[in-house]
């Protein structure tokens, strides 16, 4: 028989699966990702497959198995109201969990991925900035997860002039070091800093413009490719 186990987890995402059932991935700080399968879920029981939802806490008793775990009951723990609410809060929600999903590996125990992406609704939840919280978001999980980019100057030299971006060397590079392409904005290199110093709920205090924030998320996306990629 296959190990019984029990968890608390924020549901990251759902999708059917064959005539009735449906795939629940978890996050969850004891098993990392924890990928479900709940049998029936979308037939026989709709109060499971409603407490399924994305964004929701929940207390599941599953199966461990090899490939899927076998989903047995399923307790709502606890959702996001106001972020389901509003539109901007949600998709920027949506997109951060997007990281965990891509990050977080499987039947690991990740107790701080799973504390920051708590913190980081948590957030959202009592009216924060959406898009500075969910850069600042990104930051915390590519650090959880060992994918930390480096920011505190040149990854060489220590410069902190004339920085380029080089997601293959893992963050910062000045040309001097041989960084090519764009030199970054000494006020963008500032934002990044300041942003992964500062804890989650205090980065509403931080004045960032749009621009700055677009380009973060554009620098951390190649970031992630190539870090993904490895
Ligand atoms: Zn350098």
Redo the contacts with the bound molecule.
Sequence with gaps: MAQLSRARGLVLRTQDHAETDRIAVLLTPNFGRLDLLAKGARRLDRASGAALDVLNLVDVIFYRRSGLALLRDVDLAGTFPNVRGDLKRLSCALAGLQWALALVPRWMADPNSYRNTLEFLSALERGGPPERLRIGYILRILSATGHQPHLDG??????QRDLTWSPARGGF??T??G?TGEVLAPKLVRTFQGMARLPLPALGRLQVEEPILKKMDELLHLFREVQLAR
Excluded: F, K
Aim: proline share 0%; glycine share 28%; hydrophobic share 25%.
């Design positions: 040149c990854v060489q030299c220590g410069a590079l000045c001097g070091c960084g």
